[in-house]
């Protein structure tokens, strides 16, 4: 008998792994990463293509973006799938396209020359990206929260305009507005984390400045938020923000947006000192070059096995995927996609027949703030408060890869959300906060801002002709001087 902790694991396939077919899996999400553990028992190689070095654990990220949590808890080094699946290899680069009848995958290394590689079976996991909807000015002044790097950057600049709001305390009235656009989950639970903040650290952390300078609002075309959630549930987070003091814009889309600003559709101007945009992901143009079947959203067609219609030995999973009754772009259906998947291309390897893909319903979740979180969990019900919380944290954390990432996220959130205002200490996770760029920029913009000393439009005229709006625009949020 061979004692676990005695024998040395395999770090490299059998000797015959050489001829062995080749699997090509594009991107290290959600999709990607089970479908490499569940190619850990067949005999394939595996190459792992992803620009970036980590998995992103991206239903935490706006607990990042918010300083609560580090950057690590929530990624995990890609490499180190292959303690349990030693016939993974792992390669950084960017995927320039891919040749269906050459099966080879194009691949920018930053090298020389663009690197081909051949494939046997192809998995695409690569997912979405975020998409503005072609809204004037998003691109330029709304901040995505897709990416690990997207949520350092929130959080920086959040924290570089605290500062520079700090020390105009004494010489303007002027509030930070932070407007997230989009009401769905993520968006309800980044405006529910810099509620929380205002509420049980501001006023802690920076003393001298009035809590209710700390303005958040939420904008959604639709008439509820998270309508992935039962009726119930959506009025139930719309309460819970509104009780944080979040102001909550309702059936309205956003028309365009600036520097300190977003024009709604009905050209109502709202102050934004910083605009998150939660508004929704679309995918890569890129990808309709490759020259696979898409739905109306760009989405790559796929059958029952999840194999990309009209092109053998070619699957798709996770964002990128869609059968013919689409899945929502979450991280559940994108683990059991890419699962699939795997077990799909294994199963062709090993001569068997493959199974269809059957997805199974495990609950949605989200959390609004501290200790107010809503769960629909199938057979359990609904769940909220505080024990919707508590199931939240017990499920996210046990669905991240990696013990440590498991254990650090944990401990944190616990260390955030428990005690009491009295007990706790805040211990904000900052980083790179230059409020002195900060204060340069919000100068320099000067002739673009709409609000704030020195702005240089003053009245609704001014905010239409910026924003080529045609008639008058009510402004909302003004300065008080």
């Known amino acids: 008998m061979v004692l676990p902790f005695l024998s040395r694991r395999p770090t490299v396939p059998a000797k015959d792994g050489a001829s062995w077919p080749h699997v090509i899996i594009l991107g290290g999400g959600f999709a990607g990463a089970h ?3 569940a190619l850990r028992d067949a005999r394939v190689r595996v190459t792992l293509i992803d620009r970036n ?3 992103t654990f991206q239903p935490l990220l706006y607990q990042v973006a918010t300083a609560g949590l580090n950057p690590g808890d929530v990624t995990m080094f890609l490499r180190g799938l292959s303690l349990k699946v030693p016939n993974m290899r792992y390669r950084q680069g960017e995927v320039e396209g891919v040749d269906p009848e050459r099966k080879v995958v194009r ?3 930053g090298q020389k020359g663009i690197q081909e590689l051949p494939y046997d079976y192809l998995l695409i996991a690569n997912g ?3 998409t503005y909807f072609g809204t004037p000015g998003a691109e330029e002044h709304a901040m995505p929260m897709y990416t690990r790097s997207q949520a350092l950057r929130i959080r920086d600049r959040i924290f570089s305009e605290l500062e520079r709001s700090s020390r105009e305390v004494g010489t303007s009235h002027d509030k930070l507005h932070v407007c997230i656009v989009g009401g769905g989950p993520t968006g309800v639970e980044i405006a529910g984390a810099l509620a929380d903040f205002r509420m049980q650290e501001l006023d802690i952390l920076y003393p001298e400045m009035d809590p209710g300078t700390l303005q958040v609002t939420v904008v959604q075309r639709g008439q509820e938020l998270i309508k992935e959630f039962m009726p119930k549930f959506r009025h139930y987070a719309a309460d819970e923000l509104r009780d944080r003091g979040v102001v909550l814009r309702l059936g309205h889309g956003v028309k365009a947006v600036g520097y300190d600003h977003v024009v709604l559709d009905d050209d109502t101007v709202l102050e934004s000192d910083i605009t998150i945009w939660a508004a929704g992901v679309g995918i890569p143009e890129s990808v309709s070059d490759w020259g696979f079947p898409q739905d109306r959203r760009g989405r790559i067609a ?3 096995y999840l194999q990309v219609k009209g092109f053998p030995g070619v699957y798709a999973a996770g964002d990128i995927a869609a059968q013919d009754d689409p899945l929502p772009q979450l991280a559940q259906p994108a683990i059991q996609m890419g699962r699939a998947a795997a ?10 027949p493959r199974k269809k893909f059957s997805y199974t319903d495990l609950g949605t979740m989200a959390t ?3 200790h107010a979180a809503i769960a629909e969990v199938p057979v359990l019900g609904g769940l909220s408060g505080a024990l919707g919380w508590a199931a939240w944290l017990g499920v996210h954390v046990t669905k991240m890869i990696g013990h440590r990432n498991q254990r650090a996220v944990a401990m944190n959130l616990v260390s955030l959300y428990g005690g009491t205002r009295a007990t706790h200490q805040p211990n904000p996770v900052v980083g790179e906060v230059d409020s002195l760029r900060a204060a340069r920029i919000f100068e320099e913009q000067a002739a673009h801002r709409l609000f704030g000393d020195g702005a240089g439009a003053s009245g609704p005229a001014d905010v ?3 924003e080529h709006a045609e008639g008058g625009a009510e402004v909302v949020g003004a300065v008080e001087h």
């Open 35 to 37: 479908a490499v553990s």
């Open 53 to 55: 070095v980590y998995k």
């Open 107 to 109: 691949l920018d290394e």
């Open 128 to 130: 979405a990206t975020t």
């Open 302 to 304: 796929v059958d029952d």
């Open 343 to 352: 077990k799909a291309i294994a199963a062709e390897v090993a001569g068997k």
């Open 368 to 370: 609004i703030g501290r």
């Open 464 to 466: 239409a002709a910026a």
